[in-house]
Structure formats: C-alpha cells, structure tokens
C-alpha cells in the first residue's frame, strides 16, 4: 500500500511537471510554474507591503525622482505585456549594497548601492534592469513551485521508503541533493537575469558596457572569503563580469538605436555618464546582423 501511494506521488509530480511547462520567452529555457501569474503577482504584493512598513523609504526627491525615471524606462523596454505587473520602484535609506525585486513588478534599491554608483545611471540601470528580468522571468514562482516538488518529493521517498531500514540515509541524500539543486537553480536564475536584464537595459538607452564596471565595484567591497561556486546562491563575480563583458559588445547597436530615438524625440533627463577613467569602448557597427545578439546570448548561456 505504502509502495502504491508513492508511485502515485511519483506519478502526480510527473502530471504536474508536464502541464506547467512554461517558457522564459528572452532565453528559450523551460520552467516548471504551477501557479498563476496573478497568484504570484498577490504574493509579491502582500511581501512588498510588509517590507515597506519595516524599511526607511528615502525621502530625498531627486533621488527617488531617479530612480522611478531609470526604472520605468526599463519596465517600458520589456517589450511584452506583463498584466499582473504593477511596477513600483522604492528607494530604502540603508547602507546594503543591494536592490531586489518581488512578484507583480515591486523593486527595492538601497541607498547604499545608489551611492557605489554614484552618478553613473547606466551602472544602477544594469543593476535594476536585473531586478526588473526576475519578474519578467517569472523566477519567484518558479522557486515556490520547485520548492513544492521537492516536497512531494521528500513524501514519495518517505513513503516508499518507511519499512527500509536505510530510510534515514535515502532521505538524508535527498535533502542534500535537493539543497545543492535549488542552489544551483538560484545561480541559474541570477545569470539569466543578467543575460535578459541587460538586454532590457540597453533597449532602455543605458550603456550594456556598464555592467562589468559596476560588478567590480561590488567585488571590490567583498568582505572574507566566499563558499565554493556550488554553496552560493549566485555565480562568482569573476565569472559574472567575464560574461557580462563578452555580451555587452552584441548589445551595444541596440544601445545606440535607443539612445538615437530617445534624443530624437526629447532631450534625455541626464546625460548617461561614464568611469571617469575607463577606456571609452569602440561602438559595434549599426549594421550588425541581429543574429550576433542571439549567437552571443546563446555562447552566454552555454549552449
């Protein structure tokens, strides 16, 4: 009975694996999601909230006044509809070198990391064209949806399980299995967010070449030694910036179209600025076959 109940465990998730395939349109990567986007937007929503009420919001206008005008543009380049996204862009007086973002279009950045940027728009628009790929990704439903795999998991091996007497060792396996999955997905999760996150950067008019500059900002401020690749919830910074630097050259047409049609049709609200002392980048001819985006993509994630 105890065998039969499992099977029909397995044989659930399998069912539940095949009618929630979903795709990340930028990428072509299937995921798992079994719920709905606007279960997921409520999620976010009701998180957002909360941490609204524990959190100092800054009350600098010209900062905020930033911040919402960098992330609408981005939110606007996403070029797809998102119905459950109601876009929301706070700035939190905190010392965090961080930003974040939540089911249904909430973003959170951190004075601190605003700072590290300092002037440089195109730097914090990397960061919140990241944020704004987790949602476009849909990635928060896809972690909640493995997490209840793993789960239906962890209860078919019980039960398949109960009257073996290594039971103990199966399900200590599979707890650790599971863990170094879900970080593994994480990671993954990160670096597609990089990849889809800077396209929508650059079709916003930031500067694609800024990314690798500012995560060397954020590897220069690393305290002690990080856990091995395979421990971390995000790649490396060496490896993060190598493969920002060798994608941003694919993107760099699509950066210049956009700030020609934004110049054409009104005057920017600031100046994109650059490290005072980086080597100005030698711009990719207009005439780029828009293949060499997808190649370089492609050559990103490894496939």
């Known amino acids: 009975m105890k065998r039969r109940l499992a099977a029909l465990l397995g044989l659930a998730c399998a069912l539940l694996f095949l009618s929630a395939c979903s795709t990340v349109p930028e990428t072509g990567r299937k995921q798992l999601i079994l719920m709905s986007a606007a279960e997921e937007a409520q999620t976010g929503f009701s998180a957002f909230a909360q941490i609204k009420k524990r959190e100092k919001i800054s009350a600098d206008p010209a900062l905020n006044a930033r911040i919402q005008r960098i992330g609408k543009r981005i939110a606007g380049a996403v070029g797809r509809d998102l119905p459950n996204a109601q876009w929301e862009f706070v700035v939190f007086e905190s010392d965090q070198l961080n930003a974040f973002a939540l089911p249904g279009g909430k973003v959170g950045v951190y004075t601190g990391l605003i700072n590290l940027a300092g002037g440089n ?40 399980t109960q009257d073996d007497k290594n039971q103990e060792y199966y399900l200590l396996a599979y ?16 670096t597609e967010a ?47 910036i190598a493969k920002l630097e060798a994608l941003a050259p694919s993107l760099v047409p699509v950066y ?48």
């Open 121 to 160: 728009d195109d730097e914090i628009a990397v960061v919140m064209g990241h944020e704004v790929a987790h949602v476009s990704s849909r990635h928060g439903a896809e972690r909640q949806s493995q997490a209840v795999l793993i789960a239906l998991g962890g209860v078919a091996l019980g039960a398949g």
């Open 194 to 240: 990089d990849v889809v996150g800077l396209g929508f950067a650059a079709r916003a008019g930031y500067d694609p070449r800024a990314a690798a500059g500012f995560w060397r900002k954020m590897a220069a401020k690393e305290n002690g030694a990080r856990p091995p690749k395979w421990l971390s919830t995000h790649p490396p910074s060496g490896d993060r």
């Open 256 to 303: 210049e179209q956009a700030r020609a049609r934004l110049e054409g049709s009104a005057p920017l609200a600031q100046p994109v600025a650059r490290p005072v002392n980086a080597p100005k980048a030698a711009a990719a001819p207009a005439s780029r076959p828009v293949s060499t985006e997808q190649r370089e993509l492609d050559k990103f994630l490894g496939r």
């Open 175 to 190: 707890g650790v299995g599971s863990t170094l999955g879900s970080l593994a997905y994480s990671r993954e999760h990160e």
